[in-house]
């Protein structure tokens, strides 16, 4: 039979277990042990049989449970006791809080608030609103946050069937499912008005239709998370689905999702300030270009509102405030969409206010060579919107600055304004407890992360070692279980598969690979010679065993055969049980892979991973990485604390490239890492193995994290964002005014200004070190003031073509203006300080104090 209706009753807990419920809404819980205990002694086969899901287990019980739980006064203690801690966690002063909470300007503003836009959050496998590393990146950056005291605010899209649950079939074809998810059985409670009715979001959309939205808050520990829900009666059946799945739908829908993150998502930031005195971010960070409406919408506000501004002074404002960071090292991953449906979406009647559509097209369009005229690009659109923007790594920022150095044409690669903050992970999530309870026995209490990592020597060797071996049968129990599950949904029975209960060996030299199925993640490298790889695996003294996990993109039939091909090796009789795929991996998979493996393998493509954070999540967890030089591993790699597998950069056959790279990955694993895996000592010890271990937990673990991460994104990011919007916003907008009045003069004037002349003194026939060369450049402005401009003279290393490299600048001083008024001499100073063959040349660059980087305009006159 099915219901005709469906209701949701809550679970009412005694006053003495009244605080359970705020325990298990504050997801803190998925990062904090005690909490997880707290709610495993309830029951813990039920904890177990609801996937550590504390919502789960309230609502699961009946009144007697109830009965007996407030009759055992220990349990009620230790809720009380569990209560008090994590109200000491929300309200201690923390990093941020000990380090200026926000640098007070002197017109006595602070950083409050900082809000942080992305499709996807990774919290918890509890709320599966993640598809991969953009999604986990995002999680852990809110935790991490929350953590170090930084007042983050998150906005992102609740997804009914989130992105998809995969399997197998007999033929080893990735299979789709979506079950649906009920935001009234997640750790989720609606934003509602005063009078206790929902908040609903809405949104103009093309032929007199609207997108409506509810909106869910989560509680990341100290911070919240507003996620916006499409499935509302209001909303036509076609809207409803707009937030169905993540990165699902076609037609419009992609386009209204991300107009619903960013123009929906400003709107419940807007909202959630005004029911809850929450202070309005001074800040906004875009998690790649999903969510870039967000900037658009915030001009419409300035536009639009109180400050009356036009568009031009209104993006000034909009600009100083937005970090935006790409994620992607690839053009086919970033979202482009035909100028017409922006047309539809955004010409009248659906316009936002103070915005016209030439002004948004303008914002996406792709108006550089190469550039397609016909597509709006939203990487292009956050790029234009955000004064400050980074990749993550520093091999992904330099990627980044040749992808979009278009935008700022007539400026060197080093001088493209794009930065790099290299991810981290969180340690509380991703370490495994039982490495953080063989700390605190060897270390102490008082242990934080940080410090584990740095006293890591500290722990006996042989308690690693035997601990180690702990989180290889956990990881093996865990995949015993997953496997036979997996082969009973490719139709095989119970009765025959018996042979998975001893699949795996905890003393076995264990692979982990866990990567989405895009095609540069190469998950079938290793398949290159399957002979070879056997051998490998079936080694009668030193084994290995591999265990791989990673969805493809439902749409994605290259990736979904990649992964077929790898199914269908491990189901060869001679290797089955030695190299296993797990379909559906997901975090509660990933938190029993990390620490159970030995080596992490990761062979991407180079230079296509931006920063590749699995690999972190497993060294934090004593594993060592065997890695392409790519994403954050080209950073941090230094040969004692992992391996480096050789690349063919150059060979364009991408066949004979992978022959290549795969014959040195062979290479690595026979003759280096499998040899110092398996050579003992008089004690059973690999030495070597666990030396470079201790190595790599030490000088790499505090890299990795993510409490440095989003510090440097607090202190090269958001307090330099702040204040630039606070220096634009003060006195009625005074500076965003002053600085649009100055970027359209310079844009109208860039034509008429050029170097007449350029001349030197001071030069002999044979130069050296230490003489003094001055130079006198004659340039014409236009209308341009002098103060308006910076010109420098720039003196490098000069090749056979003349190109410089190495390249010092010296700012040339104002010394005259000619009466025609127009022209100009500007003069400088530099002494020569290097040997060798050098060059110089003169430049005009735009200057004004609101300006982050000379290339901000792109904008500069050469000779």
């Known amino acids: 039979m099915k219901a005709i209706r469906r209701l949701h009753v809550r679970t009412v807990l005694p006053q003495t277990l009244a605080p359970l419920h705020d325990l298990a809404l504050n997801l803190r819980w998925s990062w904090h042990p005690p909490t997880r205990d707290l709610f495993e002694s309830i029951d813990p086969e039920l904890w177990a049989a609801t996937g550590k899901d504390p919502i789960a287990v309230l609502s699961a019980l009946r009144s007697s449970d109830m009965d007996r739980l407030a009759a055992d006064q220990s349990f009620v203690a230790e809720v009380k006791d569990a209560a008090v801690d994590l109200e000491r966690y929300l309200s201690k002063p923390r990093w941020y809080q000990e380090n200026g909470a926000g640098r007070v300007d002197d017109d006595g503003e602070t950083l409050d608030?900082?809000?942080?836009?992305?499709?996807?959050?990774?919290?918890?496998?509890?709320?599966?609103?993640?598809?991969?590393?953009?999604?986990?990146?995002?999680?852990?950056?809110?935790?991490?946050?929350?953590?170090?005291?930084?007042?983050?605010?998150?906005?992102?899209?609740?997804?009914?069937?989130?992105?998809?649950?995969?399997?197998?079939?007999?033929?080893?074809?990735?299979?789709?499912?979506?079950?649906?998810?009920?935001?009234?059985?997640?750790p989720l409670s609606l934003l509602r008005e005063e009078d206790g009715t929902p908040v609903v979001i809405r949104l103009t959309m093309p032929r007199g239709a609207h997108l409506d939205a509810l909106v869910w808050r989560a509680q990341v520990g100290r911070v919240p998370l507003l996620l916006l829900d499409s499935d509302i009666e209001t909303n036509d059946p076609v809207r409803r689905e707009v937030t169905n799945r993540l990165y699902g739908g076609g037609g419009d829908q992609r386009l209204e999702q991300e107009m619903l993150l960013g123009i929906g998502g400003v709107r419940a930031l807007?909202?959630?300030?005004?029911?809850?005195?929450?202070?309005?971010?001074?800040?906004?960070?875009?998690?790649?270009?999903?969510?870039?409406?967000?900037?658009?919408?915030?001009?419409?506000?300035?536009?639009?509102?109180?400050?009356?501004?036009?568009?031009?002074?209104?993006?000034?404002?909009?600009?100083?405030?937005?970090?935006?960071?790409?994620?992607?090292?690839?053009?086919?991953?970033?979202d482009r969409f035909d100028v017409q449906a922006i047309a539809s979406h955004f010409g009248e009647p659906c316009a936002l206010p103070g915005v016209s559509l030439d002004q948004l097209l303008a914002l996406g369009a792709e108006g550089y060579p190469g550039g397609d005229h016909r597509i709006f690009n939203m990487a292009v659109m956050g790029m234009r919107l955000g004064q400050r923007v980074n990749g993550v790594s520093q091999l992904h920022g330099a990627v980044s600055r040749e992808m979009f150095k278009g935008l700022w044409p007539g400026f060197d690669l080093d001088e493209v304004p794009i930065g790099s903050i290299t991810n981290g992970v969180h340690a509380g999530t991703w370490v495994d407890r039982r490495l953080y309870d063989l700390a605190k026995e060897h270390l102490g209490n008082d242990v934080a992360a940080r410090s584990v990592f740095t006293r890591i020597h500290e722990v006996p060797i042989d308690a690693f070692w035997a601990t180690k071996r702990e989180l290889r049968e956990q990881l093996i129990t865990d995949t015993r279980a997953r496997l036979k599950a997996s082969m009973v949904a490719r139709g095989s029975t119970e009765a025959e598969l018996g042979w998975t209960d001893s699949v795996l060996d905890p003393d076995t030299l264990t692979i982990g690979f866990a990567r989405r199925g895009a095609t540069y993640k190469r998950l079938t490298l290793m398949l290159q010679d399957p002979e070879r790889l056997k051998k490998l695996l079936t080694d009668p003294e030193r084994p290995?065993?591999?265990?791989?996990?990673?969805?493809?993109?439902?749409?994605?039939?290259?990736?979904?055969?990649?992964?077929?091909?790898?199914?269908?090796?491990?189901?060869?009789?001679?290797?089955?049980?030695?190299?296993?795929?797990?379909?559906?991996?997901?975090?509660?998979?990933?938190?029993?892979?990390?620490?159970?493996?030995?080596?992490?393998?990761?062979?991407?493509?180079?230079?296509?991973?931006?920063?590749?954070?699995?690999?972190?999540?497993?060294?934090?967890?004593?594993?060592?990485?065997?890695?392409?030089?790519?994403?954050?591993?080209?950073?941090?790699?230094?040969?004692?604390?992992?391996?480096?597998?050789?690349?063919a950069d150059g060979v364009e056959d991408p066949e004979r490239r992978d022959q290549l790279e795969a014959s040195a990955l062979y290479e690595l694993l026979e003759n280096t890492v499998v040899p110092t895996y398996y050579d003992r000592d008089e004690s059973g010890l690999p030495q070597r193995w666990l030396d470079m271990v201790s190595h790599t937990l030490s000088t790499l673990g505090p890299k990795v994290l993510a409490d440095r991460m989003v510090r440097d994104y607090t202190e090269q990011y958001y307090w330099p964002a702040a204040h630039a919007a606070w220096a634009v916003t003060h006195a009625d907008f005074a500076g965003a005014k002053d600085l649009a009045a100055f970027v359209g003069q310079v844009h109208e004037n860039w034509p008429h200004v050029h170097i007449d002349h350029v001349e030197a003194s001071g030069l002999s026939d044979a130069p050296q070190i230490g003489d003094e060369v001055t130079v006198h450049a004659y340039v014409t402005l236009g209308d341009l003031d002098p103060s308006a401009v910076k010109v420098q003279m720039a003196l490098g290393r000069a090749n056979a073509e003349d190109t410089l490299t190495d390249v010092d600048f010296v700012d040339l001083g104002h010394d005259e203006s000619f009466e025609e008024g127009s022209r100009h001499r500007f003069e400088g100073t530099i002494k020569l300080k290097r040997t060798g063959a050098l060059g110089w040349t003169v430049r005009v660059l735009p200057r004004h104090e609101y300006m982050s980087a000379d290339a901000e305009l792109g904008l500069v006159t050469l000779p």
């Not at 946050?145 to 009914?160: H, N």
């Not at 992105?163 to 935001?183: C, M």
């Not at 990736?559 to 509660?588: H, S, T, W």
Request: proline share 7%.
């Open 544 to 647: 290995v065993q591999i265990i791989i996990a990673g969805k493809s993109h439902p749409a994605d039939d290259t990736g979904k055969a990649l992964i077929q091909d790898m199914v269908r090796f491990g189901d060869d009789p001679e290797v089955r049980g030695k190299i296993i795929y797990l379909p559906n991996y997901d975090i509660a998979m990933a938190q029993q892979l990390y620490p159970g493996c030995d080596v992490w393998l990761n062979n991407p493509l180079r230079p296509f991973e931006a920063c590749g954070t699995s690999g972190m999540k497993a060294a934090l967890n004593g594993a060592l990485n065997l890695s392409i030089l790519d994403g954050w591993w080209d950073e941090w790699y230094d040969g004692q604390n992992g391996w480096a597998i050789p690349t």
């Open 270 to 334: 807007r909202a959630y300030s005004r029911i809850t005195g929450a202070p309005k971010p001074s800040v906004y960070h875009t998690n790649e270009g999903h969510a870039g409406f967000q900037g658009v919408e915030r001009i419409s506000e300035l536009v639009d509102g109180e400050a009356g501004l036009d568009f031009d002074q209104a993006l000034q404002a909009v600009r100083a405030a937005t970090v935006f960071t790409t994620h992607t090292p690839v053009p086919a991953g970033i």
């Open 113 to 186: 608030a900082i809000a942080y836009f992305s499709p996807e959050f990774g919290i918890t496998a509890v709320l599966p609103q993640y598809s991969g590393g953009l999604g986990i990146l995002a999680g852990d950056h809110l935790k991490a946050a929350s953590d170090q005291g930084i007042p983050i605010v998150g906005v992102g899209l609740f997804y009914k069937s989130g992105y998809f649950a995969q399997r197998f079939n007999a033929d080893g074809w990735q299979q789709e499912s979506y079950p649906v998810l009920d935001p009234d059985d997640l």
